[in-house]
């Protein structure tokens, strides 16, 4: 029962790759046991070789209730008890403009991003609150409170998620059940080396070119790595955040707090150029 979350107990929806891998990773290294989930199979079992015997992996489509509800079955199973929930698991489609909306695509994209959380949250919290209280944490994104970083939909369902887990967080605080959501911002994951290249070099290739470009964007001069998202996540399932309930936390290197001090020297300099024209 060794490490910040030895003798827990955590669900991680998502977690064949990317974030989610890195967060079920984070959690078994820090002496919790994990049941996590995804939807290929293949890459599951994998994970769950180079995780070790204290992971479970599980086949799950998360936009359909009685799965979800079944994943909760299976975690109390399989390891006795929950004591952590997060919710990962996700995906978008490509938004254009509001006119342009494709509703199937709409709905399936909220049914995935909200509908899941949701459900996550309505079958693990008694499972939770048996334990005497807990830690849920829902993967938003900084598209929720910020333009243009991802589609309509996309925003959107994150937007929703965000305000779900302040709701819980109040409904759950009696019962101790503290709620938190994690707003990322550029992470560098694997999907950015695919596109159409088969090679693993050309992958790597591709990788460190975006990884420039993150670089680029955050004032902090940094390409968000998984491991960014796992700490805080071992931080929010930990008793050291006991405290702490409601809360989004943005990991983003500063991307979205504005323009720094020499961007604004700069648009001063040419507003009074302006002025004086």
């Not at 899941?116 to 949250?121: D, K, L």
């Not at 993967?139 to 996309?154: E, L, M, V």
């Not at 709701?167 to 080396?193: E, Q």
């Amino acid at each position: 029962m060794t490490g910040r979350l030895g003798g827990k107990v955590a669900i991680v929806t998502g977690a064949t790759r990317g974030i989610g891998q890195g967060i079920a990773a984070a959690f078994v290294r820090e002496g919790a046991k994990v049941l996590f989930t995804g939807r290929d199979t293949t890459r599951g079992q994998e994970v769950e070789r180079e995780l070790g015997s204290n992971v479970h992996f599980l086949a799950v489509d998360v936009t359909q209730e009685s799965e979800m509800k079944a994943m909760v079955t299976k975690a109390v199973e399989r390891f006795g008890a929950i004591d952590c929930l997060v919710n990962n698991a996700g995906e978008g489609f490509p938004g254009g403009a509001v006119a342009d909306l494709d509703s199937e695509k709409f709905w399936m994209t909220f049914h995935v991003l909200v509908g899941s959380v949701a459900y996550g949250m309505k079958y693990a919290a008694p499972e939770i609150a048996k334990r005497g209280g807990g830690s849920i944490v829902n993967i938003s994104s900084i598209a929720a409170s910020n333009t243009g970083f991802s589609g309509y939909s996309y925003s959107a369902a994150k937007a929703a998620m965000l305000q779900m887990s302040k709701w819980a967080a109040m409904d759950l605080a009696p019962r101790k059940i503290r709620v938190n959501a994690i707003s990322p911002g550029p992470i560098l994951t694997a999907i950015f080396g695919r596109g159409r290249l088969s090679s693993a070099a050309a992958a790597e290739q591709r990788l460190g070119q975006v990884a420039k470009v993150f670089e680029e964007l955050t004032p902090l001069h940094l390409a968000g790595e998984p491991t960014d998202i796992a700490e805080a996540c071992v931080y929010f399932a930990s008793e050291e955040s006991r405290y702490v309930t409601g809360q989004d936390l943005t990991i983003d290197g500063g991307l979205t707090n504005g323009w720094s001090s020499e961007e604004m020297t700069e648009i001063w300099t040419r507003i009074r150029a302006a002025a004086a024209s």
